[in-house]
């Protein structure tokens, strides 16, 4: 069985799909994805379609994000809609044919069913950020929503388990990997890309929005693991010192 889990996609639909052709996850596979799928990018409904067809094709958990809670409150509140349109719901709007009144009522459903958080054994899945110390389920949702990650990373979380995280974009297109959290967000609409993760290989895919794939060679991985492992000595050296 294959496990993955998926940045943000910001309606960046091209990207999915050849992310998604490219996996081609089937029965017993499992897909997790961190939330954001609408806003900023060509197309959202494109996105909500093909997630909708997934969700027949493997095992699929999808998160929330703060683009969803933009848009549920818009949709299903009645929130006045200027600070999601400012931050990027226009682009939704747009390919729901100008107005979030055209948007189905199967993609509504599909809005309404998004998880909070997403935990296993030995995994936490969750939009933005945690509180190290607090149970996931029990943060706040400014925490769980839309704190972005700090300079200084959290430390690692009171369960023992390994955080992975969307909200915050890597610029530079890699993922941000440390022994106690991963952020898969590698800013796909502002011309970075959709990344992938092999939650039992580490092995990456990315597609960028034009849907162009690459995979991230292995030595790549080998001195990202290396600056890791260089970060932790420098965090017990400085334990050390006082």
């Not at 197309?43 to 095992?59: A, G, M, P």
């Not at 848009?71 to 009645?78: A, I, P, R, Y």
């Not at 909070?116 to 995994?123: C, D, L, S």
């Not at 950020?129 to 704190?147: C, R």
Request: negative net charge.
């Amino acid at each position: 069985m294959a496990r993955y889990v998926i940045g943000d996609v910001h309606g960046c639909s091209k990207a999915l799909r050849s992310m998604l052709e490219t996996l081609k996850p089937g029965s017993g596979d499992e897909v997790i994805l961190v939330g954001d799928y609408v806003d900023r990018g060509p197309n959202s409904k494109d996105v909500v379609d093909q997630l909708l067809t997934l969700q027949q094709c493997c095992e699929l958990t999808v998160l929330r994000g703060n683009h969803e809670v933009m848009l549920q409150g818009v949709t299903m509140n009645d929130m006045d809609a200027t600070t999601w349109i400012e931050n990027g719901g226009n682009t939704t709007i747009a390919s729901y044919g100008g107005s979030a009144t055209k948007i189905p009522s199967n993609h509504l459903d599909f809005f309404q069913g998004l998880k909070r958080y997403h935990e296993t054994e030995t995994e936490i899945f969750v939009h933005a950020m945690y509180d190290p110390q607090q149970p996931i389920g029990e943060q706040s949702d400014e925490l769980t929503y839309w704190t972005h990650l700090p300079k200084v990373v959290p430390a690692p979380h009171v369960s023992g388990k390994r955080i992975y995280m969307g909200h915050t974009p890597q610029p530079n297109g890699e993922i941000l990997r440390r022994s106690h959290m991963v952020v898969v967000d590698t800013y796909c609409f502002g011309g970075g890309f959709l990344t992938a993760l092999d939650l039992e290989t580490d092995a990456i895919v990315q597609a960028d929005r034009h849907g162009h794939v690459r995979r991230v060679p292995i030595e790549h991985l080998y001195l990202a693991a290396l600056k890791c492992i260089d970060w932790l000595r420098g965090k017990g050296g400085e334990s050390e010192g006082g």
